[in-house]
């Protein structure tokens, strides 16, 4: 029993002083408040630009009055911004005051009723990336030309975007060591996403598919082939290319896999069409919200019917269950 009485305490190393942590608390406070890396990129260019606007009015960016805030957003709508991209740039200019700890003026109350104002006067529609249909897909990939890297590669990229609703940001992170292939196909370790900031342990399932042509899966293990035969079997999955189609260590962009998908699915269509056709194309097909949600990782069913893209007014139309 005595064995077990401690005689002495423990060592616990030196005790810092509580203003020590100051500086790492205030790391950790501005790393859960700034969000994705796009998110940062796009807040920081509506920032300076609120902030040159100010200068040029002589007014005061931070913290800024409510007088100050409300006279930006009407300079915005007249320049004719778009509702979405006032409500970014607002976002930003909170997100400083937050960082701050200054309060926002975007939550005073006269402000969200200007707000509200603007939309109502310039409407809210979003543009949105459309969807393709699965037929004009599996006809653009199929006709690949497969005897240049260059083609291998986009194949991929076609294939796996819409097979793992990946957004083109996801895409371009995936690295070699992310892949995992079965019997059932490819299960894919994705490490962070914009819904996944912290790096939770997240998955997505890729599957065989019957015909080669189109199968994500085989299309993904050609690739990864051909990165093996130039030596490349760690680091980034989707890489660019030197001219003379070598292949370089760069990982490739986001703007990169943007002119993929427009090269050879037209130029109406963007990165975000590969997600919005998963969607589309699966709902059209019969699936429902969770399963949908278990690929793109969604959080909600109202997400969801927002990426449906139901163009065609007979599509998915109660109208045909009538039974007349």
């Avoid at 991209?85 to 975007?106: E, F, N, V, W, Y």
């Avoid at 969801?304 to 269950?321: G, K, S, V």
């Amino acid at each position: 029993m005595k064995e077990l009485i401690r005689t002495t305490p423990p060592e616990v190393g030196p005790v810092r002083a509580f203003n020590d942590y100051a500086q790492e608390t205030g790391e950790y406070l501005a790393a859960g408040l700034e969000g994705a890396a796009n998110t940062q990129k796009a807040y920081a260019g509506d920032w300076r630009r609120f902030t040159a606007w100010c200068t040029q009015v002589g007014r005061s960016s931070l913290p800024a009055a409510l007088e100050t805030l409300a006279g930006f957003v009407t300079h915005l709508a007249a320049e004719g911004k778009k509702v979405a991209t006032i409500q970014r740039h607002c976002a930003a200019i909170a997100k400083a005051h937050q960082l701050q700890d200054h309060p926002s003026p975007t939550d005073e109350k006269k402000f969200k009723v200007l707000l509200k104002g603007v939309s109502r006067k310039k409407g809210v529609r979003q543009k949105q990336a459309p969807a393709f249909t699965l037929a004009h897909f599996k006809r653009v990939v199929q006709s690949i030309d497969l005897s240049r890297p260059k083609g291998v590669r986009d194949r991929a990229i076609l294939l796996l975007g819409l097979a793992g609703a990946f957004r083109r940001e996801e895409l371009v992170s995936l690295d070699v060591e992310h892949l995992r292939f079965d019997e059932d196909g490819l299960v894919i370790d994705v490490q962070r996403s914009k819904t996944n900031q912290i790096g939770e342990r997240d998955e997505k399932a890729v599957f065989f598919a019957p015909d080669r042509r189109t199968c994500p899966v085989r299309a993904v293990k050609d690739w990864l082939d051909l990165l093996a035969e130039n030596g490349r079997t760690t680091g980034p999955l989707f890489v660019s290319f030197y001219k003379g189609q070598r292949l370089t260590r760069q990982r490739l962009s986001t703007d990169r896999v943007n002119l993929v998908v427009q090269e050879y699915l037209g130029p109406e269509y963007t990165a975000h069409s590969l997600r919005a056709s998963f969607v589309t194309i699966t709902k059209l097909a019969g699936s429902d919200d969770a399963k949908i949600m278990n690929q793109t990782k969604h959080k909600t069913t109202a997400m969801i019917r927002r990426y449906t893209r139901l163009d065609n007014i007979r599509q998915h139309n109660a109208a045909q269950d009538l039974g007349l």
